[in-house]
C-alpha cells in the first residue's frame, strides 16, 4: 500500500502560480511512477502531469505544457507540481497519483493509489 497526502492548494488570481506537494508513505516510493489529476465539478478525472520513477521523464497534457512543472524528491517521498500563468479553467480539486507500471500512463485506471485531493480555485 502506498499512502498520498496533497497540500498546497489554496486561492489565486488568475496569471499567479500555485505549487502543490504530494506527501507519499508506506512502499517504497522510487519504486513508482506518479502522476497529478484534477477535476472540475461535473468533469470526468483528467490527467494532469506524469513523472517516471526515477524523474528523468515528465509528461503533460497539451493545456498545461509550458505552465506547469512535475517533478519529485526521492529521499522526501515527495512529488511537486508547480503550476504558473494559472487560468480560471484550471480551476479543480487536484490529485496525486501513483502506478507501479511503467511510466508514460494518462488514465485514471492505471494508477492504483490515489491521495484524498486539494482545491484550486482560480478568480478571474
Known amino acids: 500500500q502506498v499512502q498520498l497526502v496533497e497540500s498546497g492548494g489554496g486561492l489565486v488570481q488568475a496569471g499567479g502560480s500555485l505549487r502543490l506537494s504530494c506527501a507519499a508513505s508506506?512502499?517504497?516510493?522510487?519504486?513508482?511512477?506518479m502522476a497529478w489529476f484534477r477535476q472540475a465539478p461535473g468533469q470526468e478525472r483528467e490527467f494532469v502531469a506524469g513523472i517516471s520513477w526515477s524523474g528523468r521523464l515528465t509528461y503533460y497534457a497539451d493545456s498545461v505544457k509550458g505552465r506547469f512543472t512535475i517533478s519529485r524528491d526521492n529521499a522526501k517521498n515527495t512529488v511537486y507540481l508547480q503550476m504558473n500563468s494559472q487560468k480560471p479553467e484550471d480551476t479543480a480539486v487536484y490529485y496525486c497519483?501513483?502506478?507501479?507500471?511503467?511510466?508514460?500512463?494518462?488514465?485514471?485506471?492505471?494508477?492504483?493509489?490515489w491521495g484524498q485531493g486539494t482545491q484550486v480555485t482560480v478568480s478571474s
Open positions: 497519483a501513483a502506478t507501479s507500471s511503467v511510466s508514460g500512463a494518462t488514465t485514471v485506471y492505471e494508477y492504483a493509489y
Open positions: 508506506g512502499r517504497t516510493f522510487s519504486n513508482y511512477a
